[in-house]
C-alpha cells in the first residue's frame, strides 16, 4: 500500500481481470486517492482497511479494467445526445419507426425529431430502412432527420420545407439531392461521397441552449458509463470549431463533472485554410495542458480537407486530389515543429500510402520519434504500408465501421476482399501500436460491446460472416484493443488500462462473465458497476444503491433520452417497446421448478421494476428470492 494511511475503498470478492502480466487475477483491490494501491487477494487486502475505508463486496463477479474508446466524437455527440432519438441496437425496423412514431406525438414545433446514425439497415429484420412515405405517414407536420452511416439522410416533408430545399437548389459539391421526374427533391440526399450535404443539412436544425447541452452531454457521458466506457479520446468533427463548442465540455471539466476521462484532439474547420488553423493554435494551446480528467492531446482527426478520403462503400474509392501532399506537408511540418501529434482519418490504403511518403519525408528534417502520432480506421492497408508506420514510430486506430458496412463492402469488392479489413490480427503480430474504438455517434454506435464482439466473432450487426476465425482476436486481445492498447494513443502508458497498483482506478463490472459468455450474448453487455478515478459512475442491479453518478432529468422534457434512453430503447417501459418484448419472451420461456412465492413464474415483470435488481442474466431478485437460479 502507497503510504501509511488506509485506503478510502476496497473491493472485494470479485473476479478481477487485471491485464499486469506480472499479476493477471485478484480478488480484491484497495482504492486510495483514485489510484489503485494494492491488487492481490481477499486476505490480503481485506486487512488494510481502516474505520473510514468504504468496503464493497463484489459477489464473486467479473471486474475489468473501464473501457477506454479510441475514437468517439464525444464533445460533439454530447451536445446534441438530448435531441436525437437512436436506433441503435433496435432489432426491427417496426420497432423503430413505432419510437419515432411515439417521439413525433410528443416534440413540439418548430423542433425536430433527429435519428443521427449509429444503426445500419442490416440491424433491422426487414433489411430496410423506411421510405419517405412512411416518413410522412408518422410526422405530417414535425420535421424528421434520419441520418444512415456517412451515405444518405432521408427527410420527411416538414424537414425539407424547414431546411428550404427546392427545385432550385443547387445540388452540392460531391453529394446529391435526390429529385423526381419534375426536379423537386425527394427527400434523400447521398453522399457521392462526400457527407458534407448531410452534416450541413443537420446542422440547420434547433439547437438546444447552453444549459441544455451541459444536461445533454452529462446524459451521454452517463450512458457511456452504464456501458462500462471510462474514458475516451475525441476526434474533434466537422462543425465542431475550437474553442467555442468546447465550452460545454470544459465547464463540465471545471466542475469536476466529467464522469469519462477524455483527451481531445483538434480539427481544422477551414479548407484551404487548415495551416494557419493549426498556427493559431500551436501558439494558442499547449500539448498535453490539462488534467487526467480532460486534456489536450494534439491535431485531428482532419487536418487538410485533400487529404479525406470518405468510407462510404457505397460509391467507388475516391481518389485524391494532386495537391494533397503539398497542403498535408506544409500542416503536418507545423506539428512535428511544435511536437504535437496528431491521427489521420484514412479509410483506402491509396491514401495511406500517400500520407506516409508525406510523414516519412518530414520525418527525415523533423524526426517524428516520440510523437504518438496516428492514423485512424486503416480498412484496407496494406502489409507495405502497417511496417512504414511501424518504421517511423506511428500507430493505427482501428474502429468497427466495418461492422455496420460489411454488406456494402462485400457487394462493391467481394467477401475475400472483406476477409482482413482492417487486419487487425496481422497489425498486432507485426507489433504496430493497434487499438480499438467507435467512431460514434453518427456512422456507428457507441456501444463498445459491439465492437469487441466484432473482434471476436468476425460478425457485422447484421450477422454476416465478415472475417474468417483466423483473423478474429481472442477475448483478451480484444479487451486489451480497448484498454491498456488505447493508453500510448494519448499518451497515458502506465497511468491507466490496467488494474495494477500506481494506476488510476477505473474500471467495470459487466452484467456476465465476458470470459464465459456465448459470444453472441457479447454485444448486450451492459455494466453493473462503473467507477472513475475510485469513485462509482454508475450503478445498477445489486449495486443500484451505491449509484452516485445520476444527473439532473433530461431537458428538455420531450427529449428523446428520457423516454428511450440510449442504445436498444433500454429506458422504455411502454407496453410493445422492443425492452419489453424480450422481457416477455423472457417469461414465457420461464424454465423454474416451482413458484418462489414472491414473484410467481412472473420474473420479467421483477426484471423490468425499477427496483435495485440485476438485468436479464444476473437476476438476484428483488425482495431476496432465488428464482436467479433459474
Known amino acids: 500500500m502507497a503510504g501509511t494511511t488506509a485506503p478510502d475503498l476496497i473491493l472485494h470478492n470479485g473476479r478481477f481481470t487485471t491485464l499486469d502480466r506480472a499479476n493477471p487475477t485478484a480478488s480484491a483491490v484497495a482504492i486510495k486517492d483514485g489510484r489503485f494501491t494494492r491488487v492481490g487477494r481477499n486476505e490480503e487486502v481485506l486487512p488494510l482497511a481502516g474505520s473510514a475505508t468504504r468496503v464493497i463486496d463484489l459477489q464473486g463477479k467479473r471486474v475489468l479494467p473501464g473501457l477506454i474508446d479510441n475514437h468517439l466524437h464525444i464533445i460533439r455527440g454530447g451536445l446534441n445526445y438530448n435531441l436525437e432519438l437512436r436506433w441503435d441496437g433496435v432489432r426491427s425496423l417496426a420497432d423503430a419507426m413505432g419510437m419515432l412514431k411515439r417521439q413525433v406525438a410528443i416534440t413540439p414545433a418548430p423542433q425536430w425529431v433527429r435519428v443521427v446514425g449509429g444503426f445500419t439497415e442490416h440491424q433491422f429484420a426487414e433489411k430496410r430502412l423506411p421510405t419517405i412515405e412512411e416518413l410522412n405517414a408518422v410526422a405530417p407536420a414535425t420535421p424528421v432527420f434520419i441520418l444512415h452511416l456517412y451515405d444518405r439522410a432521408l427527410l420527411n416533408g416538414a424537414a425539407m420545407r424547414a431546411v428550404g430545399y427546392t427545385k432550385d437548389t443547387p445540388a452540392p459539391p460531391g453529394g446529391e439531392i435526390v429529385r423526381d421526374s419534375a426536379g423537386n427533391p425527394t427527400g434523400l440526399l447521398l453522399a457521392k461521397p462526400n457527407a458534407s450535404i448531410l452534416y450541413a443539412t443537420l446542422a440547420k ?66 479548407p484551404k485554410q487548415e495551416k494557419q488553423d493549426f498556427l493559431n493554435w500551436t501558439a494558442t494551446s499547449k500539448y498535453k495542458q ?73 520525418n527525415r528534417d523533423t524526426p517524428l520519434a516520440g510523437l504518438n502520432w496516428f492514423f485512424d480506421h486503416c480498412e484496407t492497408i496494406s502489409e507495405k504500408s502497417i511496417d512504414r508506420i511501424a518504421a517511423i514510430g506511428g500507430g493505427i486506430a482501428v474502429q468497427h465501421r466495418m461492422a455496420y458496412q460489411g454488406e456494402y463492402f462485400v457487394e462493391r469488392y467481394g467477401a475475400g476482399a472483406a476477409e482482413a479489413t482492417p487486419p487487425v490480427k496481422r497489425m498486432l503480430e507485426k507489433g504496430v501500436k493497434v487499438s480499438a474504438g467507435t467512431d460514434a455517434t453518427r456512422v456507428a454506435s457507441y456501444n463498445p460491446w459491439v465492437s469487441l464482439s466484432w473482434l471476436v466473432t468476425g460478425k457485422t450487426v447484421g450477422g454476416m460472416q465478415l472475417y474468417p476465425q483466423r483473423n478474429c482476436l481472442d477475448r483478451e486481445a480484444a479487451l486489451r484493443m480497448w484498454t491498456e492498447n488505447v493508453t500510448w494513443f494519448s499518451n497515458e502508458v502506465g497511468k491507466k488500462g490496467r488494474i495494477e497498483a500506481g494506476q488510476l482506478a477505473d474500471l467495470l463490472v459487466p452484467d456476465r462473465d465476458f470470459f464465459a459468455c456465448p459470444e453472441s450474448d457479447i454485444a448486450d453487455t451492459t455494466s453493473l458497476l462503473t467507477m472513475v478515478g475510485g469513485k462509482i459512475v454508475y450503478g445498477a442491479g445489486p449495486f443500484a444503491p451505491l449509484d452516485e453518478g445520476t444527473p439532473p432529468a433530461a431537458m428538455p422534457d420531450w427529449s428523446p433520452a428520457r423516454t428511450f434512453g440510449g442504445y436498444g430503447g433500454w429506458a422504455d417501459t411502454a407496453e410493445g417497446a422492443p425492452m419489453q418484448k424480450v422481457l416477455r419472451n423472457a417469461a414465457a420461456a420461464c424454465a423454474c421448478a416451482n413458484n418462489c412465492n414472491v414473484h410467481g413464474h412472473q420474473h420479467a415483470t421483477a426484471w423490468s421494476s425499477k427496483l435495485p435488481i440485476a438485468d436479464l442474466k444476473s437476476f438476484w431478485g428483488a425482495l431476496g428470492c432465488a428464482c436467479w437460479a433459474v
Open 290 to 362: 490539462g488534467d487526467d480528467y480532460f486534456r489536450h492531446n494534439g491535431a485531428g482527426e482532419m487536418l487538410v480537407f485533400s487529404a479525406a478520403d470518405f468510407e462510404d462503400f457505397r460509391q467507388p474509392r475516391p481518389d485524391m486530389a494532386p495537391e494533397m501532399e503539398g497542403e498535408l506537408e506544409e500542416v503536418v511540418r507545423v506539428l512535428a515543429q511544435n511536437r504535437w501529434p496528431w491521427r489521420l482519418h484514412a479509410t483506402y490504403d491509396e491514401t495511406i500510402a500517400r500520407a506516409l511518403d508525406v510523414f516519412e519525408k518530414v
Open 205 to 270: 436544425g434547433p439547437k438546444l441552449p447552453f444549459d441544455y447541452q451541459v444536461n445533454s452531454t452529462r446524459h451521454f457521458m452517463r450512458e457511456l458509463n452504464r456501458l462500462g466506457v471510462t474514458g475516451a479520446i475525441d476526434a474533434g468533427g466537422g462543425f465542431q470549431n475550437y474553442p467555442e463548442d468546447y465550452q460545454v465540455i470544459q465547464q463540465l471539466a471545471d466542475a469536476g463533472l466529467l464522469t469519462i476521462r477524455l483527451a481531445y484532439n483538434l480539427f481544422t474547420q477551414k
